[in-house]
């Protein structure tokens, strides 16, 4: 039982992540929301970006949150296998 809980959070965690990587476009999109909002909010941080710098920002996000997500769900799965492989 304790052993297929463990294969049982690895695999969601894979998953997980897997979906995080495929939804990263718009969790970039709410990220830069977000910060925009921050910015309104405090104003302390001078002007606003132009919307060339916001598309730059997005994109930037994205691939950050790609790579990682990607890290993170190569490791669950890496993990997923071995505990699968030491049955």
Request: charged fraction near 15%; include cysteine; proline fraction near 3%.
């Amino acid at each position: 039982m304790r052993k297929l809980l463990f294969e049982l959070v690895w695999g969601c965690g894979a998953l997980f992540w897997g979906f995080v990587c495929w939804r990263s476009r718009s969790l970039s999109v709410q990220y830069n929301a977000w910060t925009a909002r921050m910015r309104l909010r405090f104003g302390r941080d001078g002007v606003p970006p132009t919307p060339r710098t916001v598309e730059v920002n997005t994109r930037i996000m994205a691939w950050i949150i790609r790579i990682a997500a990607g890290w993170f769900a190569l490791l669950s799965v890496l993990a997923l296998l071995m505990a699968l492989l030491a049955k």
